[in-house]
């Protein structure tokens, strides 16, 4: 493969999403929100289409052209995911339907085997709700505890409260790499470190890391690394787990069925290997093919790249968001290099779903609410954060019409005070 261009070309960039030239209430759209879900390019559009007009058939069990082809670009797609992550085989990839299926794939099959009574599993106060409830669920069902890695006034780890989190009792420690709410990038290598030396497995949550930079499960010596398609161009509906082969071949099954099995007999079954031992019944090939063109155009870019334009980005959003004055609140860590592409802040005396709602009428899409992390909600006193979340499309004068809307918010908001 020829190396990847140096620097984004955002604008030629821009041209491969159909959807950036839709008008919202009169005004050109732009779209913050990919930290929820991102837009797709028509190569990946193209893949889908492509797929089901000329390729469609079920995978693995044909004798026949058109099976053996759909399997070969399924399983093509499985190979990409392992190379994109530098995962040591593809036999380490396995596809579910999201990041929250991954986490509880873990949860129920390595989690169910391995937890029981007075044992301990450590997880931080940024996660997702994804990866706090599977961890609650199967705590409850065996009696072990679940405990919190809290989280510093400017948006970082508490990581000298891991010695004493970590203890002979953890056998799990499960950890966003890049906060969806802080844009906070968590040390992951340091975090699985300390969790090895203390004998626990270290699940890592990549749903905001995979996306946005280049990711190497090997060298950061993840024991599972999770996260989904459709955060990173690529359809809904694909969900990938990265877990170490040694962990996925003692794991029992999650789902039973189809496709997941070697042999079926009256008084039991036998189980196929990893991968396929995880994916019972018909999977998502086409999505997952289609992810594959995702991938293919990421790879294209350079994971650096992007990188690289997303610190650029989000490093005007806060130098621009900052000339607001006191009236505006920016959460998380105040460096752009210390953040992922997503910027959460507070409007004084405006509700965040306010401040989503008038900026709505500008054509500025962002998300309110508590994006599915209550806990940090908690810690950081209030119930919702107003959040822009940026990708290789987005340009600083989408910043400029953000921040232009905002004072109009502003604006608004203060007349209807006063
Ligand atoms: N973890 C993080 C950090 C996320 O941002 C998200 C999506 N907002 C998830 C998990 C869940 O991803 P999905 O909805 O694709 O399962």
Redesign the pocket.
Known sequence: MSDPPKGLDVEAVRRDFPILSRVINDKPLVYLDS??TSQKPSRVIDALADFYRTSNANVHRGIYTLSEESTLAYETAREKTAAFINAASSAEIVFTR????SLNLIAYSWGRANLGAGDEVLVTAME?H??IVPWQIVCQERGAVLRFIPVTDEGFLDLSAIESLITERTKIVAF?H???VLGTINPVREIVERAHGAGAVAVV?G??GAPHGAVDVRALDADFYVF?S??MLGPTGV?VLYGKASLLNEMPPFLGGGEMIMEVREDGFTWKDPPWKFEAGTPNFADVVAFGAAIDYLSDLGMDNVRQHEMDITGYALQRLATLGDGVAVHGPPDAADRGGVVSFAVESVHPHDIAQTLDWEGVQIRAGH??AQPLMRRLGTPATARASFYVYNTNEDVDRLVDALKKAGELFGRQRS
Do not use: F, M, R
């Open positions: 930290a929820a999201n990041t929250t299926e997702h994804s990866n966003t890049v906060s969806n949550d749903a905001q989904s459709h955060k969900g994006h599915c």
